[in-house]
Every structure is written in structure tokens, then in C-alpha cells.
């Protein structure tokens, strides 16, 4: 028996003994490879990574915006990754030398030829070392926590940060600024800062919040259409009248004989006797019904549904308008019926939540307003995951976080016949990013309701400064 090795799965510091390359110094990055953009900052004594505008579109507003990045615009294209022929022909020669007695240049990032290449299809694969996420996401979420929350050491927004900010000359409002005596230096609070209260707020809502546990045919046009044909009544008593005479109409139209068998299984109705479940599994989700949740740390009764549907404003209104609309509701029951052997459904039963949005463009929704409450149920397949962080000043009040399946991935309905330049050139879905403000002003950057922070300047001892907030 034989098994291939497709690619392997690791953190940062493993990619780069499976890879063979440095991820240390200004090529750091393997998959920029010469191409990455670096920067050392002198005070804070790390080399820092830039410059990831060139991955997204040419015509991407954020590569024009200037104030809310590094004061310049971007319209260099991205980096070519290293394919691996490329790799393997650049270190035909390389002698691969173990133990502290190596010395290596600085210039050169490879430290060794990776051994997977002896597998004749290794210099052929598109991806061969990935990243788990997992090491990644906790990294990322420790460094907002510990900046938003003014964690000592763990905070990103220090003084040292402040000083880099002053030498490459971008966000001028936050540079310090020397007292009158240039003993001392003060640096003004940024605006995601918070005052002792808002930090409170935002721990309770972390620790309360509850997340996930990790076919229309021509017959149904048929309808559509003798609705349609009474051309008498408006466009809201047609749409009403579908809705409340479909099932008369549909057992019926099912007695015909061009209808196939499986539909006039449907006129029979289920079996009276059904099967509830509390959890159910579908589409990479765990679901659970909203009373099982409430017995628990995690949130999985949480749904939301997009339905192409038709619009009105009122009973008198004659342009109604089809769009795609988005429901969000939560999971209050789930039974799967029997179509007497034929085939089975699993339907959830929901109750729906009236849904706005902000100002930031955030959707959330109240559980003390409900709507769509005549259709209740919804097919199991369709729907997709959710769940809900309650407003802390507003408890009827909950903002909408969906989710995506962790095992679930869709690899397409056709096969790439290009798959290098598909790979080089992956979309990026601007619109869906978050808001940037428009590069046509000052970008409030600081917070005045806070008091300043204040370091003693000590230029040869800049290492050692510690911290002192005054009040």
C-alpha cells in the first residue's frame, strides 16, 4: 500500500522547517517570498510587515485611500509566489548543513532544502505547507484584546509604537509631544481607547456572550401563471392568493397524468406520526432548538435564510419590487416527516426577528419583534448558521455574527483549467470589507474624554521607560 502526501498542515515557526525558509528578517514571508515588503522599526526593535494593499484589486478604493494607511497610495501588483520547480532548480546545489555551526547569509532566506522534494510530484503541487489558523486567529484576538483592554505588555499602542508612528511620518495627531519644561512626553489617547466603564462593558459581553459549538420545477410556475391570468385583481390580492389556495390548487393539478410520480407523493401529505430532534447536523452546521441552547455555554439555534421573494410597501402598492431578502431568526423546534417511505424532510421551525441596521453597517435584530409569523418552517438544507451578541444596553437588542462550517469547503463546480494564474490572482470581495473612511479629510484618530498618557524622556535609556498615567 501506498499513500501520497498531499501538503502539510502546521503553525508559523513549523512552516518554516517543513518549507526550508527563514521567517525571520525581511523575507519573512515564504509565500512573497523576495517580494515581501518589510520595514524595521528602530524603537520598537521588530521588523514589521506592510504594504498588504497589493493583494487586493486594481480597483479596490482602499489602494487610493492614503490617510487611513501609510500615507501613500498602492497600485503595485502582487507578488509572485515561488512555484516549485522554481524552488527546487534554486537549490539543485544547496547542501543542506545542520547545527549551530551553519552560518548563513543575511541575504539569503533559504535554510535548507526542504526534503519532500525527493517526492517525484512535490515540485508540482500548488500548496504544499499551510498554515493552521487555529495559532493565528488566538495570536490576533490577543493582541486586540490586550490593545483595546491597555494591557500592560500586552498592548500594541505603546510609547514605543508612538515614536515608529513619528518617524515614518503617518498619523500626526498621535506623535508625542514634549511638555513645556522637554522633560516629559505626552502621548494622547487613540479612539478605540476606553475608560474603565466601557472596559467593564466589554468584558461582560465577552464573558456572556454564547457562540457555536464549532427544487423548483415547471409545475410550479403553473400556478404562478392562472394566478397571474386574473387580471382583475391587483398584484397584492395575486400574491395573497397564491399563498392561501397553493394546497387546494396543488393536490388538484397532482391528479393529472403528465405529473410524475414523486410529486403526487407530495399530495398524500406526511405521516402523522414525525420524529423532534433537539440537535441536528447539516451543511457542516450543528444546530440545536433554542430551549437546549438555553441550558448551555454555546449558541447553535441561531439561523438565517436568504429568500427571493416579492415585496410590498402596502395592500395598494402596484410596484411591488422581487429582491432577495435576508431573514434572521432562531431554532424552536426541528421535526423530520415521513413521506411514507417515499422520502423524509427535516424541517425547522423558527420564530424570525425583525432586522435593521446601523450607522457602521451592522445588523442586528430585537427578539421582542417578530415577523413572518404565519411561516414559521424552513427547510433544514436551506438555512445557514448564526448567532446573536446581546447589545449591553439594549437587551431585546442583539447583533447578527454568521458563521462559516470549518470542515466545509467549496471547491467549485467546474475544474480550473488554469489553476497557477487562478491561484496568483485570488478575488477579493471589496464590498463586503468594512468601512474605511473616505480619503477626503482628517481621520479622528484620538479620544479626548481620556487623560494623557506621560513618560519620562530618557533618549539612552529609551528601552527601559516605564509608563505613568496621569490623572
Given amino acids: ?81 515561488l512555484k516549485g520547480i522554481d524552488v527546487l532548480n534554486s537549490l539543485c546545489d544547496f547542501e543542506n548543513v545542520f547545527g549551530k555551526k551553519k552560518k548563513r ?34 495570536n490576533i484576538v490577543d493582541s486586540i484584546l490586550g490593545t483595546l483592554l491597555d494591557i500592560s505588555g500586552k498592548s500594541k499602542d505603546h510609547a514605543k509604537a508612538r515614536y515608529d508612528l513619528k518617524d515614518m511620518g ?25 475608560t474603565n466603564g466601557e472596559k467593564s462593558i466589554l468584558c461582560g459581553v465577552l464573558k456572556t456572550t454564547k457562540i457555536p459549538d464549532g427544487s423548483a420545477s415547471n409545475i410550479s410556475r403553473e400556478h404562478e401563471q392562472e394566478v397571474n391570468n386574473q387580471s382583475q385583481r391587483s398584484k397584492w390580492s395575486k400574491a395573497k392568493n397564491h399563498c392561501q389556495n397553493f394546497s387546494q390548487w396543488f393536490e388538484t393539478r397532482a391528479l393529472r397524468e403528465d405529473v410524475p410520480d414523486l410529486i403526487k407523493q407530495l399530495t398524500r401529505g406526511p405521516n402523522f406520526v414525525a420524529k423532534r430532534y433537539s440537535g441536528y447536523l447539516i451543511n457542516g452546521y450543528r444546530f440545536h432548538v433554542r430551549q437546549r441552547d438555553a441550558r448551555r ?12 421573494t416579492t415585496t410590498f410597501a402596502s395592500s395598494k ?35 424570525w426577528y425583525e432586522v435593521e441596521k446601523d450607522v457602521y453597517g451592522l445588523t442586528n435584530v430585537y427578539f421582542n419583534k417578530r415577523c413572518s409569523q404565519e411561516e414559521p418552517f424552513v427547510l433544514a438544507s436551506q438555512v445557514h448558521h448564526c448567532f446573536y451578541v446581546q447589545d449591553p444596553y439594549d437587551q431585546d437588542k442583539h447583533y447578527v455574527m454568521k458563521t462559516v462550517p470549518r470542515d466545509l469547503f467549496n471547491m467549485g463546480d467546474e475544474v480550473e483549467s488554469n489553476l497557477p494564474q487562478s491561484y496568483e490572482n485570488e478575488p477579493s470581495e471589496h464590498l463586503k470589507g468594512p468601512s474605511i473612511p473616505k480619503d477626503n479629510g482628517d481621520v479622528l484618530l484620538t479620544k479626548t474624554d481620556l487623560p494623557e498618557t506621560t513618560i519620562d524622556v530618557l533618549v539612552e535609556e529609551f528601552v527601559n521607560q516605564q509608563l505613568e498615567v496621569e490623572y
Fill in 170 to 194: 503617518i498619523r500626526k495627531n498621535l506623535h508625542p509631544q514634549d511638555t513645556e519644561d522637554s522633560k516629559r512626553t505626552k502621548f494622547t489617547k487613540a479612539c478605540f481607547s476606553m
Fill in 105 to 138: 547569509s543575511n541575504d539569503d532566506p533559504w535554510k535548507k532544502r526542504s526534503i519532500f522534494f525527493e517526492l517525484p510530484y512535490w515540485q508540482y503541487n500548488l500548496l504544499r505547507q499551510n498554515l493552521d489558523v487555529m495559532h493565528i486567529e488566538k
Fill in 297 to 308: 455555554k454555546i449558541q447553535n439555534s441561531g439561523v438565517t435564510l436568504i429568500a427571493s
Fill in 1 to 81: 500500500m501506498r499513500a501520497p502526501l498531499m501538503w502539510t498542515i502546521s503553525d508559523f515557526p513549523a512552516y518554516a522547517m517543513l518549507y526550508g525558509w527563514s521567517i525571520k528578517g525581511k523575507f519573512a514571508c515564504p509565500c512573497c517570498n523576495y517580494g515581501t515588503n518589510s520595514r524595521y522599526l528602530k524603537h520598537s526593535r521588530k521588523m514589521c510587515y506592510t504594504d498588504h494593499r497589493v493583494f487586493l484589486l486594481m480597483d479596490h478604493p482602499w489602494r487610493s485611500n492614503k490617510r487611513s494607511f501609510n500615507g501613500k497610495t498602492e497600485f503595485r501588483p502582487p507578488p509572485a509566489p
Fill in 317 to 351: 402598492d402596484k410596484n411591488p419590487i422581487a429582491a432577495d431578502l435576508t431573514y434572521y431568526g432562531g431554532i424552536v423546534d426541528i421535526v423530520k416527516i415521513n413521506y411514507y417511505s417515499h422520502f423524509k424532510v427535516v424541517l425547522f421551525k423558527c420564530d
